[in-house]
């Protein structure tokens, strides 16, 4: 097979990943999305809890908070590392979205807005619960 069709065939995946993970992200409670460094942060109260970079609409990475226990485990993967500009061993980056299985990726996205979600003050989590 061609290597530009094998190529072409990742970006077609990759774009498919990056409409699954904004339907994922927006459907979690009050969740919403802005265009902002490059690509879209997805926030809760104004708070990101995911962060996907693009180039040529093309998914680069995607950036989502993690435990520091989390971090050591996971940056075992290859294509997952620290994300740049955002706290040590609290944030990730997956810059191959092949690295990790679709559910994970979405499972560790919702584990990261639950972790956002339980750093806002009290008063805002009872009215997030309503």
């Known amino acids: 097979m061609d290597p530009?069709?094998?190529?072409?065939a990742g970006c077609i995946l990759a774009r498919m990943r990056l409409?699954?993970?904004?339907?994922?992200?927006?459907?979690?409670?009050?969740?919403?999305?802005s265009?902002?460094?490059g690509g879209v942060a997805f926030e809760v109260e104004?708070?990101?809890?995911?962060?996907?970079?693009?180039?040529a609409a093309i998914v680069d990475?995607?950036?989502?908070k993690c435990t520091p226990k989390e971090f050591d485990e996971l940056t075992e993967i290859d294509g997952?590392?620290?994300a740049p500009y955002f706290a040590k061993r609290h944030w990730?980056?997956?810059a191959d979205l092949l690295?990790?299985?679709?559910?994970?990726l979405e499972r560790r996205i919702r584990h990261s807005y639950d972790l956002v979600v339980a750093n806002l003050p009290k008063k805002v989590q009872a009215a997030l619960a309503t």
Do not use: I
Not at 46 to 55: D, G, L, M, Q
């Open 4 to 8: 530009l069709a094998l190529d072409r």
């Open 19 to 33: 409409d699954a993970l904004r339907r994922f992200a927006l459907s979690l409670p009050h969740t919403r999305g």
């Open 35 to 37: 265009e902002q460094w």
């Open 46 to 55: 104004e708070k990101v809890f995911c962060f996907a970079s693009f180039e």
């Open 61 to 64: 990475a995607v950036v989502f």
């Open 80 to 82: 997952v590392a620290q």
């Open 92 to 94: 990730l980056r997956v």
């Open 99 to 104: 690295a990790m299985p679709a559910a994970e």
